[in-house]
């Protein structure tokens, strides 16, 4: 079948289930594995998904949330930690002698790898095996939480800064994918649990903030950072979260690249033709799904579907949906993929 994920904002998890994130749900390895089971948990009963019983297993990432921020961490950027957010790290606006200054991190010694990776050790010997992963960000994102806005300046003003800090958050990156993947066989599966209908040890960049610069920008300065990572990080795949995917997709297609977050308001047949050898998942807006009738986000998964015009490669998501998504509009998504399958078998 036509695969469809869907991922709750932690705001959903506090307001229904009590889940708290604040700094234990991330870095406490006992309150973690306890998070985990609640969630699939709630997620079984709630909308059939997973299994009924789920027992505790020895996590080391979240699949059940969006958002990262141990890129940014390892690199001397400050975390916040609240009830119901996502972490979030802190933009630190750094000066040019402090961005040169910046040489890639040794995971054992820094924070919150050395945490985690001795979490791993201690959960290897208890279990005999780690599983889950950490989202590791994306080369533009990461480079704002360092710079700040500077950085768009920066691109275009000074290349030997530019430069040297993509150059040190794409080998920061590298370093702790795949040290997960090592331990774990996956990568990606906390930045969207959806790579897990293409190929679980899949590693997706995070794009988010793409669609800040143009296409020429992106081409010209941060798609040479990008296609090393792919070229280090294979199987390797691009979340795009923006609505415009179709207007970058000319650049994208000179990664090698198997699977693509095609963001709301993306024109999805132009993104079906020019990417088609990659997996297209279709992301549908978590305000839509907030505000809209059942009726209305099943017309919206049904349609993108249609534009796509494949049924193979392609499947559908949402992810951070509002504590007040009504349970409805989640059926719809479900409902939806099952009959467009039905129409064009």
């Given at each position: 079948m036509i695969p469809v994920n869907v991922v709750f904002g932690p705001n959903w998890w506090f307001h229904h289930f009590g889940v708290s994130f604040q700094r234990p749900f991330y870095l406490d390895r006992d309150e973690r594995i306890r998070s985990d089971v609640v969630m699939r948990k709630a997620l079984h009963e709630r909308f059939g998904l997973g299994g009924p019983d789920p027992?505790?297993?020895?996590?080391?990432g979240?699949?059940?949330?969006?958002?990262?921020?141990?890129?940014?961490?390892?690199?001397?950027?400050?975390?916040?930690?609240?009830?119901?957010?996502a972490a979030w790290p802190v933009p630190q606006n750094l000066d040019r002698k402090d961005i040169l200054c910046?040489?890639?991190?040794?995971?054992?010694?820094?924070?919150?790898?050395?945490?985690?990776?001795?979490?791993?050790?201690?959960l290897e010997r208890e279990f005999g095996y780690v599983t889950g992963d950490l989202n590791t960000g994306g080369l533009l994102n990461t480079a704002l939480e360092l710079r700040g806005q500077q950085f768009f300046l920066d691109l275009v003003e000074d290349a030997e800064l530019?430069?040297?800090?993509?150059?040190?958050?794409?080998?920061t990156q590298r370093l702790v994918a795949e040290c997960l993947k090592a331990r774990t066989g996956t990568c990606a599966v906390a930045t969207n649990r959806s790579i897990l209908d293409v190929d679980p040890a899949l590693y997706l960049g995070s794009n988010c903030a793409v669609p800040?610069?143009?296409?020429?920008?992106?081409?010209?300065?941060v798609?040479?950072?990008?296609?090393?990572?792919?070229?280090?990080?294979?199987?390797?795949g691009i979340h795009h979260c923006g609505g415009n995917l179709h207007r970058y997709a000319a650049a994208y297609s000179r990664v090698e690249a198997r699977f693509f977050d095609v963001g709301w308001g993306s024109d999805v047949a132009r993104c079906s033709r020019d990417l088609a050898g990659a997996f297209l998942n279709l992301r549908l807006s978590p305000v839509r799904m907030l505000q809209c009738s059942a009726d209305e986000v099943y017309a919206d998964t049904h349609g993108l579907l249609r534009?796509?015009?494949?049924?193979?490669?392609?499947?559908?998501?949402?992810?951070?949906?509002?504590?007040?998504?009504?349970?409805?509009?989640?059926?719809?998504?479900?409902?939806?993929?099952?009959?467009?399958?039905?129409?064009t078998s």
């Open positions: 027992r505790p297993r020895p996590i080391i979240s699949r059940h949330i969006a958002g990262g921020f141990v890129a940014p961490a390892l690199l001397g950027v400050p975390v916040r930690f609240s009830d119901d957010q910046l040489r890639v991190p040794e995971l054992r010694s820094t924070w919150p790898m050395d945490e985690l990776l001795r979490q791993m050790d201690e530019a430069d040297h800090l993509l150059g040190v958050v794409a080998a800040m610069i143009s296409p020429a920008l992106y081409e010209r300065r798609l040479p950072f990008e296609q090393r990572l792919a070229g280090w990080l294979q199987p390797y534009a796509a015009g494949r049924r193979e490669k392609v499947g559908v998501c949402c992810i951070n949906m509002d504590c007040d998504t009504p349970d409805e509009n989640v059926r719809a998504m479900f409902r939806a993929a099952r009959d467009f399958e039905a129409e």
